[in-house]
C-alpha cells in the first residue's frame, strides 16, 4: 500500500495532464509531448525509490550532514544570476545543464534525515528540555534553510520546512518552545506580509479575489469556478472547459481544481482519501520503527509530503494564500516527482529494517 497509493496518485496526474494535452492537440501542438514527460519523470522516480530502498539507516545517518550542506548550498546557488531561474519574479529554480531543478525539493528530503539524526543524538539527549535544546538542532536548521529560501523568495517553502522541523521537534523534545517558536512564527509571517507589497496583494486576492477579478483574484476566482463546473462526477475526461483558457498553472500548481471540474467532488474526495489512507499507513512503520532515529525519520518524511498537499489543497479552495507548492505525486514536474518517490524509498527501507530486527 505505501508503493501502490503513491503510484495511483501518479498514475491520475498522468491522466489528468494527458487531459489537458488534448488542448494542445486541438491548437497545433504535439498532445504526447506533457504525458509522455511526465510517464518518464514517473520512470525516474521508480529508480530512485529503489536506489534509496537499498540505503541502509546507517548510511543515512552518517550523510546526513553532507546531504544537508548539499542541500543548502543548491538553495544558496538559486541567487546566482544565469545559475538561479527567474520565473514569476522568484528564483526557486536551478539551471544545471541537463536538467531544471528546484532545490526545496531536495532539502524536504535533506531536513527530515538531518534533524532526524540530530535529534537522536546520544551527545544531545541530555539537553532534552532546556532553550538549547530547541536552539541546536531545530531553531539552526529553520535559519539555515529559511534565509536562503526567502531571498528567492519562497515563504511558502520557509513555512514547510519549518512546520516539519517543529513535528519533529515536538516529538522527540515536547512541545515547550515549538509553541513560541509557532507564535514567533506567525507574527514574522504577518510582518513579512506588511513590508512587502507583492505579498499584500496576494494576501488581499486572497481575502477578496472578487476585488480584482481580471488581476491578482484571476486565478483563485477560476480554480473556484473549475470545482463548481466539476459539481458532484465532474464534466467528464477531456471536457474541462476551465483549464482550456482560463485556469493557469492547470498541470502544476492547479492540477487540483483541473481534477474537480473534470471528475467532480467524487473524484477530489477519492484522491484525499488517498493520502489519508496512505499516512495511516506510514504511520505503522513510524509506530514500529526499531530506533529513535528511524522513527523521527519515519515522521519528519511524511511530514514532507502532507504538508505540501494541505498546502497546495488550501491554495486553490481559498482556506490560504496561494503559495506554488506543487500537489505531490500529480503535478507535472521533474524535482517533485522524483524526490517524493525517494522519500517513499527511504519509508520502504526503515519498514524493511523494522521486519528484520
Sequence with gaps: MEILIPLILSGCGLVMISSLSLRN????????????????????????MMLCFAWPSSSMKKHSGKLFTAAFLLLVLTAVPGIGIKVGGARRWLNLAVIRFQPLELALLAVPIFMADRLTDEHNISTRGDFHSFIRPTLMVIM?????LMLQPNLGGTIIVTAICFVMHIERRGWKYPVWGVIAGAA??????????????RFNAFWD???DPMGQGFQIIQGLIAFANGSLTGVGIGKGLQEEIYLPESDTDYIFPAIGEEFGLVGTMFLLILYALWTWRVYYIYRDAKTPFTKSLALGLTASVIFPMFVNVAG??????????PMPFL?????SMIVMWAKVGVLMS????????
Excluded at 316 to 325: A, D, F, H, R, W
Excluded at 350 to 357: Q, V
Design 209 to 211: 479575489p472578487w476585488a
Design 316 to 325: 486553490v479552495t481559498k482556506l490560504m494564500p496561494l503559495s506554488g507548492i
Design 350 to 357: 526503515i519498514k524493511m529494517e523494522n521486519k528484520s530486527t
Design 144 to 148: 539555515m534553510m529559511g534565509i536562503p
Design 188 to 201: 514574522a509571517v504577518v510582518v513579512l506580509i506588511l513590508i512587502a507589497p507583492y505579498r499584500l496583494r
Design 331 to 335: 503535478s507535472a514536474g521533474g524535482s
Design 25 to 48: 492537440s486541438m491548437a497545433g501542438g504535439n498532445p504526447y509531448m506533457a504525458p509522455l514527460k511526465q510517464f518518464q519523470l514517473i520512470g525516474i522516480g521508480l529508480t530512485f
